[in-house]
């Protein structure tokens, strides 16, 4: 929950602007600041005061414990023009809210954080428990001395500027070990330790035997990632209280699924009590990994729980994002956080210029030319194998005429795969033109190198018999300047020859243009690779300039004819 605090009427309509829009995150505290503050910093993750930061320092000052507890706190001056990150940068989620509110309030968000500001995750941003000299480590990272990353575990990281080797070091591991001098232990979530518990099993015993395991392998508790147990066991207290304890969540699995995992230790008691003849080595062993700790059982008589102990394979993580149509302001914040997160950018050489500076300092950048689609999908791909952060992009969405289908066809379950939705070129182009995809609409591209034009042909006569409006990707270069004519001929075959068409090349881009002509009117040597060409229906209108297909829809009509609206716009 985010407290918010004012103490001005100006401070006091700001504030109302974050509260309606953030309804579910917000609380107003009203009454003296002062209190207000006090019971805000108790009660709440994080505060947004509209006041003075000499003001809020003085009452926050008094109330700080511990910055990884301490809420994050951000100041909000009285004009609205900065959102000032004061307390919790990191630890609070200040510096992301203070980005946040700037952009709802339209302020400029301030972010003191060294690592921030030079546009370096810090340590304490990785998602991982941590443990060592982080304020050392991470001034020498800013210093820009050599610091060494030893990776013990593979897992996937965001671009750091580390070293093969220097005098201080990042560690990545899940071994039971203390941080030397200069150094910083990131705990990886590597460990899953699968349980059986007889019926009442003691929590008591069920921790003790865990933590016995973990201690006698020379495991780190602080890298366990989840218990895994029988459906069966889904709601034994013992283990449900033990995964509270502990902080991780519980997994379970069918008894069939555990059945079928090959086991060093099966026996027949689980198999009688619960349908598989192994459920900790089995549960734990389910997604694969290293079995680390062989099937244990507890110390009570009789012993009333079991567990093993594995070591999970990294996954790599593969984003496949969509820059849109390539001005700045339509590439989304989720893709922008994407490109900050990957250690591995793959794409195109062009694309890559267009966000080399929103990457991080040591993203490594692997970009090809033109026509090399399945090589950069299977380049992604691999990288994420090796257990890295990767984001392949792509323009406009990258799942329309992009890279999505090539690496997801690449792409198996031993990765994660997200994808990140971006404005297409037919969206872009349509926001210029008008509302010309106010109706069905279609997408086909006129590019034979993959698709045969028998098939093409095909689904352009498909459209055009069913008077859809069409949007015509790739629609002619050097080498292919005869399939928009033909494309157009079958179209006019059904369409009168005053049928508007847009015709927009470097949609959203400073060197953009566009225009609506007609289909009679449109000569095909004026397109490009880089235009969208958009043919309307037969209702499609020219209205003042531009391009304007009704929806067609039973309450137009009816408001056509008595002038006025019937109807409400039905929700999408």
């Given at each position: 929950m985010i407290g918010l605090i004012s103490a001005t009427a100006a401070g006091a309509a700001a504030r109302d602007r974050l509260a309606a829009a953030w309804p579910q995150r917000t609380r107003v505290y009203d009454g003296p600041v002062g209190d207000a503050v006090r019971r805000a910093f108790s009660e709440c993750e994080q505060l947004v005061c509209f006041l003075a930061t000499g003001a809020v320092v003085r009452l926050v000052a008094p109330l700080l414990e511990d910055k990884s507890a301490d809420p994050g706190v951000v100041c909000v001056d009285e004009g609205g023009r900065f959102a000032v990150s004061l307390v919790g940068g990191h630890g609070g989620g200040a510096n992301e809210l203070a980005v946040e509110v700037g952009e709802l309030l339209g302020a400029d968000p301030v972010v003191t954080t060294a690592t921030d500001s030079v546009g370096i995750p810090g340590l304490d941003t990785l998602g991982f428990p941590l443990e060592g000299d982080v304020a050392a480590v991470t001034r020498a990272v800013l210093d820009g001395e050599p610091v060494a990353l030893d990776t013990e575990v593979a897992w996937p990281l965001p671009p750091l500027p580390l070293a093969a080797q220097g005098a201080y070091t990042v560690r990545l591991t899940d071994r039971a070990v203390e941080p030397g001098a200069q150094e910083v232990l990131l705990r990886p979530p590597s460990l899953v330790v699968g349980v059986g518990a007889s019926k009442g099993a003691p929590v008591e015993e069920v921790l003790e035997l865990?933590?016995?395991?973990?201690?006698?392998?020379?495991?780190?508790?602080?890298?366990?990632?989840?218990?895994?147990?029988?459906?069966?066991?889904?709601?034994?207290?013992?283990?449900?209280?033990?995964?509270?304890?502990?902080?991780?969540?519980?997994?379970?699995?069918?008894?069939?699924?555990?059945?079928?995992?090959?086991?060093?230790?099966?026996?027949?008691?689980?198999?009688?009590?619960?349908?598989?003849?192994?459920?900790?080595?089995?549960?734990?062993?389910?997604?694969?990994?290293?079995?680390?700790?062989?099937?244990?059982?507890?110390?009570?008589?009789?012993?009333?729980?079991?567990?093993?102990?594995?070591?999970?394979?990294?996954?790599?993580?593969?984003?496949?994002?969509?820059?849109?149509?390539?001005?700045?302001?339509?590439?989304?914040?989720?893709?922008?956080?994407?490109?900050?997160?990957?250690?591995?950018?793959?794409?195109?050489?062009?694309?890559?210029?267009?966000?080399?500076?929103?990457?991080?300092?040591?993203?490594?950048?692997?970009e090809s030319g033109l026509g090399a689609e399945e090589e950069r999908a299977r380049t992604a791909v691999a990288e994420a194998r090796k257990g890295q952060a990767v984001a392949l992009i792509g323009s406009g969405d990258a799942g329309?005429?992009?890279?999505?289908?090539?690496?997801?066809?690449?792409?198996?379950?031993?990765?994660?795969?997200?994808?990140?939705?971006?404005?297409?070129?037919?969206?872009?182009?349509?926001?210029?033109?008008?509302?010309?995809?106010?109706?069905?609409?279609?997408?086909?591209?006129?590019?034979?190198?993959?698709?045969?034009?028998?098939?093409?042909?095909?689904?352009?006569?498909?459209?055009?018999?069913?008077?859809?409006v069409v949007t015509f990707y790739n629609p002619r270069s050097r080498g292919r300047d005869w399939q928009l004519p033909k494309a157009l001929a079958i179209l006019a075959e059904h369409r009168e020859p005053t049928t508007p068409v847009g015709v927009v090349r470097n949609a959203s881009r400073p060197d953009g243009t566009a225009r609506v002509t007609t289909l009679t009117d449109l000569d095909p040597a004026t397109v490009d690779m880089m235009t969208v060409v958009t043919v309307g229906n037969t209702a499609t209108r020219d209205i003042a300039g531009r391009m304007v297909t009704p929806r067609g829809y039973r309450w137009q009509e009816s408001a056509s004819k008595s002038g006025s609206a019937a109807g409400q716009e039905e929700p999408k």
């Open positions: 865990i933590h016995g395991a973990l201690q006698d392998a020379g495991l780190s508790p602080r890298s366990l990632a989840e218990l895994a147990t029988v459906d069966a066991k889904a709601g034994e207290p013992g283990i449900l209280d033990a995964a509270r304890r502990l902080g991780v969540p519980l997994v379970t699995y069918s008894a069939d699924e555990l059945a079928g995992i090959d086991v060093p230790n099966p026996s027949d008691a689980p198999l009688a009590a619960v349908g598989t003849p192994s459920v900790a080595e089995a549960a734990a062993l389910v997604r694969g990994g290293e079995l680390l700790v062989p099937k244990r059982k507890s110390a009570g008589q009789p012993a009333m729980a079991t567990c093993a102990v594995v070591r999970r394979p990294a996954r790599g993580r593969l984003a496949v994002v969509g820059l849109g149509p390539g001005a700045r302001d339509l590439l989304t914040p989720r893709a922008k956080a994407e490109l900050r997160r990957a250690s591995v950018l793959v794409g195109l050489d062009q694309y890559v210029d267009q966000i080399r500076d929103l990457l991080r300092p040591g993203t490594r950048i692997l329309v005429y992009a890279m999505a289908s090539p690496a997801l066809a690449e792409a198996s379950d031993d990765i994660d795969v997200v994808g990140v939705p971006g404005v297409t070129a037919a969206l872009a182009a349509a926001a210029i033109l008008g509302a010309p995809l106010g109706h069905d609409h279609v997408s086909i591209s006129l590019s034979d190198l993959h698709t045969p034009w028998e098939v093409i042909e095909r689904r352009v006569r498909a459209a055009a018999e069913a008077d859809i």
